[in-house]
């Protein structure tokens, strides 16, 4: 079994470059999607709990009011 070197990618070459290239992108990609997906989580989170606690003290001070 004797490798030779060529300064020409071979075809099997070619094809090694080519997945590994669009595993990287594909890769960076989800992550980037995984990250936006939890940014669109946290800030659904946030605003729920901002909008529980307005409720909570409208809610509050409109029975003290009452009061």
């Not at 980037?32 to 990250?35: A, H, L, Y």
């Not at 909570?56 to 009061?67: F, H, L, N, Q, S």
């Given at each position: 079994m004797s490798v030779v070197q060529t300064s020409n990618l071979s075809l099997t070459e070619w094809v090694v470059v080519v997945v590994v290239v669009v595993v990287v992108v594909v890769a960076v990609l989800a992550v980037?999607?995984?990250?936006v997906i939890l940014a669109i989580v946290v800030v659904v989170v946030l605003a729920e709990i901002i909008i529980v606690v307005v409720v909570?003290?409208?809610?509050?001070?409109?029975?003290?009011?009452?009061?």
């Open positions: 980037r999607i995984v990250v909570v003290v409208v809610v509050v001070v409109v029975v003290a009011v009452v009061i």
